[in-house]
């Protein structure tokens, strides 16, 4: 990993932890072990470093949730999806996503940390909607619940630290989907 991206990953796991806004490029060089004139020097100012981060974050999440769905059999990539996020909120390192808390934080639709946010969320669902092998107009509205319900389930565990009756609705949820989806001609 070059410096510029060792820069980004710990500037995003410092931003997940602490949030966009609490902390200023001191604290971003000093958490990277950097000088401020080196964050400068890779990005210009700290609006470019976090849309960065939030770059990585996305390519990293997606990634490691692609794993989840190739793992399992195509028609169980919505059961695989929850699975991801159960084992995804579990972590030591679970702040709440990344995304959800962007856009509580630069809630103008209209900014490029809410756009990107956004973009995250549809990523998302096109994995989904590639993964699935059904050809139905249930398609849509299964993967819509699921991770209407999966972004529950995430608020649900970064506010309480305890999600287990939404892991079990999501599962539910999921479930009612996968067979709604295996039953459709």
Avoid at 28 to 55: D, P, Q, V
């Amino acid at each position: 990993m070059d410096k510029k991206q060792a820069i980004i990953a710990t500037t995003q796991a410092y931003m997940a932890e602490h949030g966009f806004h609490a902390a200023g490029v001191e604290q971003l060089a000093a958490a990277a072990g950097i000088t401020k004139r080196t964050l400068y020097n890779h990005f210009g100012s700290k609006e470019a470093l976090l849309l960065e981060t939030m770059r990585y974050r996305d390519d990293t999440w997606i990634e490691a949730m692609q794993g989840y769905l190739q793992a399992a059999l195509p028609e169980n990539a919505l059961l695989a999806y929850v699975d991801y996020l159960v084992a995804w909120l579990r972590q030591d390192d679970f702040y709440g996503c990344y995304f959800i808390n962007a856009c509580a934080e630069y809630a103008d639709l209209q900014h490029e940390m809410h756009q990107l946010a956004a973009a995250h969320k549809k990523r998302i669902f096109d994995a989904l909607h590639q993964r699935l092998p059904y050809i139905s107009v249930l398609k849509r509205p299964a993967i819509d619940s699921v991770m209407t319900m999966g972004e529950g389930l995430i608020v649900t565990q970064q506010v309480s630290g305890n999600a287990a009756a939404a892991i079990t609705a999501t599962r539910s949820v999921a479930h009612h989907w996968t067979q709604k989806l295996l039953d459709t001609p």
